[in-house]
């Protein structure tokens, strides 16, 4: 069996990308009970943006890799001490 190749440098962002936008899906959450359509269409909707924003950060994980997904949390959720 083969060793695994290293994660490329555009995969690591393309990955990356993915996380982020991700994460864009949340606000959308609050506005879907505004919509003008059925209460089934409504979870409908919320179903898939779930299924939608999971889908995506799946994808960008897998695609960032094991290492990438560490450096992507240093750099987001790293606190920095106060000034």
Do not use: C, H
């Not at 995969?11 to 864009?24: A, M, Q, Y």
Request: net charge positive; glycine share 10%.
């Amino acid at each position: 069996m083969a060793p695994p190749e290293p994660q490329s440098r555009a995969s690591f962002w393309v990955g990356g990308i993915l996380i982020l936008l991700s994460f864009g899906i949340y606000p959308a959450y609050p506005l879907v009970p505004f919509l003008p359509i059925s209460l089934w269409q409504k979870g409908g909707v919320g179903i898939a943006l779930v299924t939608m924003s999971w889908a995506m950060f799946l994808a960008g994980a897998a695609l960032a890799g094991k290492k990438g997904v560490a450096y992507l949390k240093r750099r987001l959720f790293s606190q920095r001490a106060p000034a």
